[in-house]
């Protein structure tokens, strides 16, 4: 009889030249199961992909904004430049208004002849040039937006409050009004219009043969 050795098992055939691991094959993955570890770190990437996204919302609205104060920034500067520089040139032509009223009477009296025409033409050239206007006409109604009213008279030609002669020409540049025309005016000559408007019945009495008599 064969005596067995206690404690040792006997183990099937493995062929030679075969590993322990080819003995005992793992089962494969099941298809389409994704692990666990691909999973959480395609959440915590679509997380910081909003983190990206909203920072970045966030800074395109901070620039739209500077952009928007500097756009604002540049109006202002632009606006307050020329106003400066309309005021600098207001401040200068009302300090030649003087000399240009000289040369206005030199002109109305016949004065303003040889190189002292020449002069005074070119002054008013550049003048005008700097924007200048002259107004004030005969005839045109009062405006005490723009007119000064020196002198005041009635005149039985008139139906409204009318510049009858300009004793000192306006200036403005451009809407600004730097001197106002300085006249003298006419209002309509009072009672004018009741007579006028009972003239007509007068006539037609006479076109009648007047009240019946008797």
């Known amino acids: 009889m064969t005596e067995e050795t206690p404690g040792f098992e006997e183990k099937p055939d493995v062929p030679s030249g075969a590993t322990p ?3 005992e094959p793992q089962a494969a993955p099941a298809e389409g199961a994704a692990p666990a ?3 959480s770190a395609d959440a915590g990437l679509l997380a910081q992909l909003d983190q ?3 920072a970045l ?3 395109t609205a901070d620039l739209q904004r500077l952009q928007a104060e500097y756009q604002n920034y540049r109006r202002r500067v632009e606006r307050d430049r020329i106003t400066v520089k309309e005021i600098a040139v207001a401040n200068l032509l009302t300090e030649l208004l003087p000399v240009l009223d000289d040369i206005g009477r030199a002109r109305e009296h016949g004065e303003l002849v040889g190189g002292f025409k020449s002069v005074a033409e070119s002054l008013e050239t550049v003048a005008a040039k700097m ?3 002259q ?3 005969e005839g045109e109604p009062f405006d005490p937006t723009i007119h000064e009213a020196l002198m005041h008279s009635y005149a039985p030609d008139v ?3 009318t510049c009858v002669a300009i004793l000192q020409p306006g ?3 451009g809407e600004r009004t730097i001197r106002p025309a300085r006249v003298a005016v006419a209002e309509p000559q009072p009672g004018a219009q009741t007579v006028k408007a009972e003239e007509p019945a007068e006539g037609d009495d006479k076109e009648n043969g007047g009240p019946d008599e008797g």
Do not use: H, S
């Open 52 to 54: 990206v996204r909203t």
């Open 135 to 137: 107004f004030g006409k």
């Open 57 to 59: 919302n966030e800074r």
């Open 21 to 23: 691991d080819d003995a």
């Open 37 to 39: 570890g691909d999973a």
């Open 171 to 173: 200036y403005r540049i």
């Open 159 to 161: 139906k409204e409050t």
């Open 131 to 133: 924007g200048l206007q």
